[in-house]
């Protein structure tokens, strides 16, 4: 094994910290099945997921990874398919030659019982296999969920060791179908057995949520309604469907982002401390925050759809509705804004913006504390209101901005900010990719950062009644040209529930002045 | 071209208030021409600000003093500490054609006639409005404002008298001499300076406090576990232990400067940004604080440190100027109680020395535990800190989830600095500052009779008591953290400090 030594103590720590844990002992087996193992998200995220964990040695030793597909592959065949995205350093030529030692692949039908018990017998003929524990992730298109996940409580479990089932959205497309779905995988497997992933909740800053909300006495008096004014959750790519919007329009911006990622964060900085940093006690509070949240109205939501920019280069100029997949006269949108209200103690009356979209101004995701204003001013009205931003991405940081006095001769107050800019802060830490954090997660046992039925099915409620009113109505969404900020409806409607925007800050990154 | 517009704004900032400036003359009179303090801090800092534009156009400058004299003289005594650029010498000349210089003696009314005299001869010198420095040892201000009162008050303009510390060694001695003062001089006339009053971060806390939401619920006993102010020097009395000798550092530092800190951070907001509404905040909040009992003390004299460099090795008591056997601490931590609804109960920590392991002064807060933590005891307190010098800064201590595959909470900070945030800015010496706001009539940063009487009153008891019973002092290593004692009453009253956490300076971590 060729680890760097310092590496290799901050990992020796980090596998102590994560297998203090009894169920996740060292020397069991450990089956990884990847479900769809010749597809895009196999190749793109998982193989080089697991690689990259294997080389860190934070899997348990014995760990083996079976693929499963339709296609006649070979584990070489799939190591040529993943080698461009596992970015491998010429030192780590043995070791990759470890983890593919370690891999097998097995073809087989979804819907074929046959080939399950294939897979089975094919487990139990792996070192160990007979009383390993067992990882089974579902990169698979949700067509044929219901057969897979049949087929593997039917043939596939562990009876010694345990089973946990990885599965990736959409989680059906309304409350009636993911409900559907849900009882499905309830009627084979229990709660404990199933990681539902978004990934968001891989994200270093989503992660800190909790630690910033429930780690400072600070902030402990003003996150409520007396002190904040609203709170807007923002996700912004720069960039359209780029000649995969057939795929798209069937879901729309928010099955895509909204009412999972969004929804995910509002939960985190809306929910109140739980009793334990335990799974169930953190999934309790996220669910009970969501049951005080009414589904959303027309009235509160703007919808966009981007339209190309005759001064732009390349896919700039192309409107959505120029993507040859996407169905003439498509009314999909690809951006919205929508106010959510959690009527509980907490939080009456504060709205929750939630902003979304492709081909927008910039890449962005970030969570935005607005406070109120200062009561009895005696600066003449020049204080602007406080903020607290943790910007997911790009360029992780969490600032608070806000007034002091103007330096130099003045004694006026002007704006500037109180920064942590982890690229400067944590220069030489290195932040896992979400996918790394979650799948060890699985390896733990630790459903934290994964999503429970029930905050689901909430989920669902809450956004189902305005998509069934959207696809039954067809309403027009307002154009926006690609790379702009969207439609200003938008910006009026977060105006009109109370959000100021001055647009007399900008942030400085301190570092680079 | 830039800098002159910034000061162009300025200029409208700071005149287009009228009674600064109504095209009349003004005079500035150093009393006390020929002294330290004149030739350090108060001529270059007049150059500095006709430099820059900032003193109305027809501003003269005069100087007294017993020494006889010429501008040249002066001239020569201040230039190295003026700083003066090459392209800037044709305005040092017309800054020092501005310049006259009278000698006389400050117990003769003569003198002063005469000084009235010159100041009328002065171009609009019987209109103008006249300010007065007293750049005086303590023992000639009686005689020196009494005569200024008699001779030497502008009859149509205004008068200003700024005075420096000491006022006085005790509450008597203070008391009296502001009494005297205000036989000759209204309250709107007398400047008193306490130059911390004019630091960049200093003036800031107002705005910290009062300009910002999120401040506001947080800052009282319910949130804030103690308040620290302290003033640290990393060099000893370098001989001139004598005069220090004769004050210590309660009165140097702490009854002054960390005093005032301490009314900013503790104070009530004000009405308005008025001088007067200001100081009457600053005002109560100090009767709420009750004299320093001497329990809640711990005085410290520093010795030499026999490994240590230079003045390093030196205690003291080595100091040949410093009376033999003297028990004067140049060490103290003393624990105040504002006793009122915001803070009863709450800690407020004043720590001053010299000969001590750094340079730092600075305010600090630091909050409550988490209530109900379910990190398992692994966060540490919140602290909001302030730093006034060097390298002035605010940041926010907190509690962070340790970046990487884990998750546990461990400490960092939300930081300004402000040599990189605000890396073109000029920031003034505390004395531009201040002579700039006598010349606008702004009293917000000067210290009021009442304010004074308060502070003498919180701190004289216990200066009898010392000096009564030649308290000995705990002896510390020069350069060290001071004596252990002081630590463990700032723990025993409430302070936490765990030493895991050292603030690092964010910029340094990108090459």
Request: net charge neutral; with cysteine; charged share 25%.
């Amino acid at each position: 094994m060729t680890i760097p030594l310092s590496r290799s103590e901050v990992f020796g720590e980090l596998r102590k910290e994560l297998y203090e844990d009894e169920k996740f002992r060292q020397s069991d087996a450990h089956i990884f099945i990847i479900m769809g193992a010749s597809g895009d998200l196999a190749k793109k995220k998982i193989y080089p997921t697991l690689w990259w964990l294997f080389r860190d040695g934070l899997l348990p030793e014995e760990t083996y990874f079976v693929g499963f597909a339709r296609s006649e592959l070979t584990v070489d065949a799939i190591r040529a398919a993943t080698m461009p995205y596992l970015k491998v350093a010429d030192s780590e030529a043995e070791r990759l030659a470890t983890f593919f030692s370690r891999n097998t692949y097995i073809s087989g039908r979804y819907t074929d019982e046959g080939s399950f018990a294939k897979l089975h017998t094919h487990i139990l003929s792996l070192p160990g296999g007979g009383e390993a524990n067992r990882l089974f992730y579902l990169a698979l298109p949700p067509t044929v969920y219901h057969d897979v996940s049949k087929n593997i409580k039917h043939h596939c479990m562990s009876t010694k060791g345990w089973n946990r089932i990885i599965v990736e959205k959409p989680f059906g497309r309304d409350l009636a179908s993911s409900q559907e779905l849900s009882t499905h995988l309830s009627g084979l497997f229990t709660e404990d057995q199933i990681y539902r992933i978004d990934h968001y909740l891989g994200k270093e800053m989503v992660q800190n949520l909790m630690v910033l909300r429930f780690g400072n006495r600070i902030f402990g008096p003003i996150w409520n309604r007396d002190s904040v004014a609203c709170v807007v959750l923002t996700f912004k790519e720069p960039f359209g469907t780029q000649g995969r919007g057939g795929y798209f329009d069937d879901f729309g911006i928010i099955r895509d982002v909204m009412q999972n990622h969004l929804l995910q964060i509002l939960c985190l900085v809306a929910m109140e401390k739980p009793a334990s940093t335990s799974s169930d006690d953190v999934r309790d509070e996220k669910v009970k925050v969501l049951k005080c949240i009414a589904p959303v109205t027309m009235s509160d939501v703007v919808l966009g759809q981007y339209e190309g920019d005759p001064n732009g280069e390349g896919d700039a100029k192309l409107s959505y509705l120029d993507d040859p997949t996407v169905p003439k006269g498509s009314t999909q949108a690809t951006f919205a804004t929508v106010v959510l209200y959690v009527h509980n103690e907490r939080w009456d009356g504060v709205p929750f913006i939630l902003r979304c979209g492709k081909a927008l101004n910039e890449r962005k995701a970030e969570v935005r504390l607005q406070f109120t204003d200062v009561p009895g001013d005696i600066f003449g009205n020049q204080c602007r209101r406080n903020e607290l931003v943790v910007r997911v991405q790009p360029n992780e940081a969490v600032y608070a901005k806000m007034m002091s006095k103007k330096p130099g001769v003045y004694f006026s107050p002007e704006e500037t900010e109180l920064d942590l800019t982890y690229k400067s802060r944590y220069k030489d830490v290195k932040l896992p990719d979400a996918y790394e954090r979650l799948i060890l997660d699985v390896f733990c046992g630790s459903q934290m950062h994964f999503v429970r039925s029930d905050e689901l099915r909430e989920a669902w409620r809450i956004f189902t009644p305005l998509l069934h009113q959207i696809e039954n109505e067809k309403p027009r969404p307002l154009p926006y040209r690609y790379g702009s900020r969207g439609p200003p409806e938008a910006d009026e409607l977060s105006k009109k529930v109370g959000f100021r925007y001055e647009g007399t800050y900008r942030w400085v990154n301190p570092h680079r002045l | 071209m830039t800098r002159s517009e910034v000061l162009g704004r300025l200029r409208t900032e700071l005149y287009g208030d009228r009674p600064a400036h109504g095209g009349g003359a003004h005079l500035f009179i150093v009393l006390g021409a020929s002294g330290d303090l004149a030739k350090k801090k108060i001529y270059p800092t007049l150059w500095w600000l006709f430099r820059d534009g900032l003193l109305p156009e027809n501003t003269y400058f005069v100087g007294f003093a017993r020494s006889k004299l010429s501008v040249e003289d002066i001239k020569k005594a201040c230039l190295p500490y003026m700083k003066v650029a090459e392209d800037e010498s044709e305005c040092l000349s017309a800054f020092f054609s501005r310049n006259s210089y009278l000698s006389g003696r400050y117990d003769e009314g003569d003198s002063f006639s005469q000084l009235d005299a010159h100041l009328s001869s002065l171009p609009g010198g019987a209109d103008a409005n006249r300010l007065f420095y007293l750049a005086l040892p303590p023992t000639v201000y009686h005689r020196v404002s009494a005569n200024i009162g008699t001779h030497c008050m502008s009859l149509k303009g205004w008068t200003r008298v700024i005075v420096e510390k000491p006022f006085g060694r005790d509450l008597q001695s203070s008391q009296e001499l502001s009494a005297h003062l205000s036989s000759l001089f209204k309250e709107e006339q007398i400047y008193r300076i306490d130059h911390y009053l004019g630091k960049e971060m200093v003036q800031n806390l107002m705005v910290l406090r009062f300009g910002n939401r999120i401040f506001g619920p947080i800052w009282n006993r319910s949130s804030v576990a103690a308040v620290v102010l302290t003033f640290k020097e990393p060099f000893g009395t370098q001989g001139r232990g004598g005069y220090f000798d004769d004050f210590g550092i309660i009165r140097d530092v702490m009854q002054n400067h960390l005093l005032q800190m301490l009314s900013l951070v503790a104070m009530e907001k004000p009405a308005s940004t008025s001088s007067d509404d200001v100081r009457d905040e600053k005002v109560k909040v100090l009767k709420c604080v009750a004299p320093v009992a001497m329990s809640d003390v711990v005085l410290g004299q520093y010795v030499g440190d026999p490994e240590g460099q230079g003045p390093a090795k030196l205690g003291y008591l080595d100091d040949p100027t410093v009376p033999k056997g003297s028990c004067t601490p140049t060490f103290a931590t003393t624990v105040l109680y504002v006793r009122n609804e915001r803070w009863d109960g709450v800690p407020f920590i004043l720590r001053c020395g010299k000969a001590l392991n750094e340079r730092k002064a600075e305010v600090r807060l630091q909050f409550t535990d988490v209530p109900g933590d379910i990190f398992g005891e692994r966060c540490v307190r919140n602290e909001l800190v302030v730093r006034v010098q060097p390298d002035e800064a605010i940041y926010l201590k907190m509690t962070t989830k340790k970046p990487g595959v884990y998750f546990s909470p461990e400490e960092t900070e939300l930081d300004l600095t402000y040599r990189n945030r605000y890396k073109d800015v000029k920031l003034p010496d505390a004395y531009e500052r201040l002579i700039l706001d006598v010349f606008c009539g702004s009293q917000m940063h000067f210290v009021r009779s009442d304010e004074l009487r308060e502070a003498w009153r919180i701190f004289t008891p216990l200066l009898h008591h010392i000096e009564g019973q030649k308290t000995p002092p705990i002896p510390y290593t020069y350069g060290s953290r001071g004596p252990p004692e002081a630590d463990e009453l700032m723990q025993n009253v409430g302070f936490h400090y765990k030493g895991s956490y050292q603030w690092v300076k964010p910029h340094s971590a990108c090459s």
